[in-house]
């Protein structure tokens, strides 16, 4: 079965860090762009950070700029994101995503992992 599986959310003070990972299951990432995206109680999901195929372009919410790095290692087949300076308003459920490149119907989300910033 074709999945995404989200990992490394938890509760963090504030000012602490979080490194999310996102790893591929049963296809490889190499052919697909991929973002993380979050979504906290009562509100949209919104897009967090954007990452191309060979890693040397990226793109960040205004929000998070300067603060989280998203990065990708094609050879273990996962995503991941620094999570740096964390304030309680980040405080969300993570999901990752992919699109193929090529076939953007392909695409596919995990299941999410919660972050929760409190002291």
């Known amino acids: 079965q074709v999945q995404l599986v989200e990992s490394g959310g938890g509760l963090v003070q504030p000012g602490g860090s979080l490194r999310l990972s996102c790893a591929a299951s049963r296809f490889t990432l190499s052919s697909y762009a991929m973002s993380w995206h979050r979504q906290a109680p009562g509100k949209e999901r919104e897009l967090v950070a954007t990452?191309?195929?060979?890693?040397?372009?990226?793109n960040y919410a205004e929000s998070v700029k300067g603060r989280f790095t998203i990065s990708r290692d094609n050879a273990r087949n996962a995503v991941y994101l620094q999570m740096d300076s964390l304030k309680p308003e980040d405080t969300a459920v993570y999901y990752c995503?992919?699109?193929?490149?090529?076939?953007?119907?392909?695409?596919?989300w995990g299941q999410g992992t919660q972050v929760t910033v409190s002291s």
């Open positions: 990452i191309a195929v060979a890693g040397d372009n990226t």
């Open positions: 995503k992919a699109v193929h490149v090529v076939h953007s119907q392909l695409n596919y």
